[in-house]
């Protein structure tokens, strides 16, 4: 009975996680129908929502102060740079390029905690950071030659969104640092997307964003997508629980190939040879982060995101 229900909570973290590489894909396709900060406001709405019919409506005084305050400003934060960054970007492709740089957090999180002094680990970990780098290089450089001039030239083209993602990879890493202190074990993460919701509701307010228009096409997915991130939460939100958190941890940094695969075929891009090159850079240099320093740093139990 105990291995039937390890394994039950360990599908529920795998279907997180293909639902979370679902996630570019679908904030690209919802910022395309509607607008990058409209689209994305509905979206966590929906997700809030789902959350709390699924989840319950959370008591504020479950939760310590300090993890609410602090945690809610990282996750929020975090939220917004993503979605806009997708949503934003000049073109599918340079959206894809935006979701690859988000995935620079595994390796940015552990290069705080050895800047922060808190841990020791291997060697290995400095040269698995510069591989994920150099991945986010390769994919924005395309069929050019990596050069600092070819990746400003690029940077130039939308610096907001760039900055943005960049942005968004280092506050998730901070998110995970901190919140382990904080959390206490609790998850607030029902209030957080809702307060990500409100933000998102006041910053269309105050842009000159077009009013939203509906279609039936375009609400069922966006219905769809509401759901499918609220779902990713709901289920990791069990899989830590008791399921295999080692095989979850590993399949997690997977997630920058999963999402590329499920976003190319969704929104009908097709990749250069180069691109995904750097996807496999970006995977490798975080998995060998993460096994060289599973045993001293414990992975962060939010999920990925895309």
């Known amino acids: ?16 996680i293909l639902l979370w590489s679902c996630l ?3 904030i690209r396709d919802v910022s395309e129908l509607f607008s990058p900060i409209g689209g994305a406001a509905m979206m966590y ?3 809030a929502l789902f959350l709390i019919l699924v989840m319950g409506l959370p008591k504020l ?46 390796a ?37 030659d990596v050069s600092v001039a070819v990746l400003m030239n690029n940077f130039s083209d939308n610096p907001i969104t760039y900055l943005m993602a960049f942005s968004a990879a280092f506050i998730w890493a901070v998110y995970c640092i901190l919140t382990q202190k904080l959390s206490n074990g609790k998850n ?13 509701w006041v910053q269309y307010a105050f842009s000159d964003e077009p009013p939203l228009t509906f279609s039936m096409s375009s609400t069922v997915t ?39 695969i499920i976003s190319s075929f969704y929104l009908s891009i097709t990749l250069s040879k180069s691109f995904w090159q750097g996807v496999f850079l970006v995977t490798l240099g975080s998995l060998i982060c993460y096994f060289v320093t599973r045993e001293k740093t414990k992975k962060c139990k939010e999920p990925l995101l895309t």
């Open 61 to 106: 005084n479950d939760f310590p102060p300090r993890y609410l305050i602090i945690g809610a400003i990282l996750f929020v934060s975090y939220e917004v740079c993503l979605a806009l960054s997708l949503g934003m970007a000049n073109t599918r492709h340079q959206a894809m390029e935006m979701a690859v740089i988000n995935y620079l957090w595994p």
């Open 188 to 200: 607030a993460i029902t209030l957080f997307f809702t307060a990500t919701a409100i933000t998102l």
């Open 1 to 16: 009975m105990e291995f039937v229900t390890k394994n039950k909570y360990t599908l529920f973290g795998v279907a997180a």
């Open 108 to 144: 940015i999180t552990i290069l705080l905690t050895v800047f922060s002094g808190r841990k020791k680990v291997s060697l290995w970990v400095y040269p698995s950071v510069l591989i994920a780098f150099v991945g986010v290089a390769w994919c924005i450089t395309g069929d050019n």
């Open 222 to 260: 966006l219905l769809i997508a509401g759901i499918v991130i609220g779902s990713g939460y709901a289920l990791w939100n069990k899989a830590i629980i008791g399921g295999n958190l080692m095989l979850l941890g590993t399949m997690s940094y997977f997630t920058p190939v999963f999402s590329t």
């Open 45 to 47: 709405s929906i997700s």
């Open 24 to 26: 570019v894909a679908l």
